[in-house]
């Protein structure tokens, strides 16, 4: 890898910090479920709401905690992650981490699982981080 590779990996994008009002650089899609909740037109329970992350119980549960971790801004999935979201996600699994210590699973562990596209059993197409905990998991998923 050459000085000028290394470069273009170097951009620090600082959106995640800055608080945006609600909307970063995707905004949001006004048909979207989870932008809809997001902007409290839906009622959810909300575990955690910052300037770019928002945390909800699951509507149907599938573990004692099963909890929604999702960026504000409209992002349809993980296949649209770019470096520049390095920041967006590392705030996202730090806020996880914490809330899975404040919800007392920590200790014995959990997990955090993101379904991608119709294979991957996605049904939300809004970026959101599945953790769940509370109970023993197997392996391989379904
Ligand atoms: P996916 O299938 O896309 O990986 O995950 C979507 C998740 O959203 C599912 O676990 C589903 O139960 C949850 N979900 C769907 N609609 C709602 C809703 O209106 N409110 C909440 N809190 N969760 C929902
Ligand atoms: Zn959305």
Known sequence: MTDSDAAEVAPNDSSAQAPSGG???RGRDPDCLFCRIVAD???A?????????????DIAPRAPTHVLFMPREHIP???DLTVAD?????RL???AADFAR????????YRIVAN????GGQTVEHLHFHLLGGRSMSWPPG
């Open 77 to 79: 999935s993980a296949t």
């Open 41 to 43: 037109e839906i009622a």
């Open 23 to 25: 909307e970063g650089r």
């Open 86 to 90: 390095g920041p967006l996600l590392g």
């Open 102 to 109: 404040s919800e007392g699973i920590a200790d014995n562990g």
């Open 45 to 57: 329970t909300k575990v955690h709401e910052d300037e770019s992350i928002v945390g909800i119980r």
């Open 93 to 95: 699994f730090s806020v």
């Open 116 to 119: 991608v596209g119709r294979w």
